[in-house]
Every structure is written in C-alpha cells, then in structure tokens.
C-alpha cells in the first residue's frame, strides 16, 4: 500500500522557518515526480512545489525565492524548507506523487505572531 507521511509542520512567528519531510512507505520516490500542495482553512488545496527524479524543481510564484523543494532518494524522502513565512502560507501541506490521487495525512503549518 503507497503512503506518504508528512512531517516538520508547526507553530512559527512571521519570518521563520521551517523544514517539511515528505517519506514515502510501499513506493520509492527515486523515479517520481513528487509534488507539494496546500490547503488553507476555506480555500482550495494549491499547488507549491514540484521536485524532479533529477536535480530540477519548481515553486509557485507565490513562494519563489522563500521556498526550497529538494529531495533523498536513499531516505525516500523529499523535503520543503520554507523561509521567510508570512501568515498566508498557513495551511495543511501535503506531498504527493504528480498525477496520483494518494494523498498523506498532512502537516499543520501555522505562522502567527
């Protein structure tokens, strides 16, 4: 059974960071396109990030130059730093292969002063 489990969510004041991890269980991320979403309380789950098999990703322009998509394969892992966090960017983030409809449980991202 595919999963993915993320972690790293949490409490942060306006301009700090934080570091999602994204493992996947039952699949191997090291051919997947993996891709990070979000959904903020009353609005629609966005795309944020996509990571390539490769050395390639993307942000969405809401969060470029903020936001770092990267991966492990060895760890199965794929991360999302977030830097610089502005209380728009809280939301339930999610991982998820590109194209799938698994989606993981999800990780809580709240940025309040």
């Known amino acids: 059974q595919v999963q993915f489990v993320e972690s790293g969510g949490g409490l942060v004041q306006p301009g700090g960071s934080l570091n999602l991890s994204c493992t996947g269980s039952?699949?191997?991320?090291?051919?997947?396109?993996m891709t990070w979403h979000r959904q903020a309380p009353g609005k629609a789950r966005e795309w944020v990030a996509t990571?390539?098999?490769?050395?390639?990703?993307i942000v969405a322009d809401s969060v470029k130059g903020r936001f770092t998509a990267s991966r492990d394969n060895v760890k199965n892992t794929v991360y999302l730093q977030m830097n610089s966090l502005k209380p728009e960017d809280t939301a339930v983030y999610y991982c998820?292969?590109?194209?799938?409809?698994?989606w993981g449980q999800g990780t809580q991202v709240t940025v309040s002063s």
């Open positions: 039952g699949f191997s991320i090291s051919d997947a396109i």
């Open positions: 998820q292969e590109a194209g799938s409809t698994t």
């Open positions: 990571v390539s098999p490769g050395t390639w990703t």
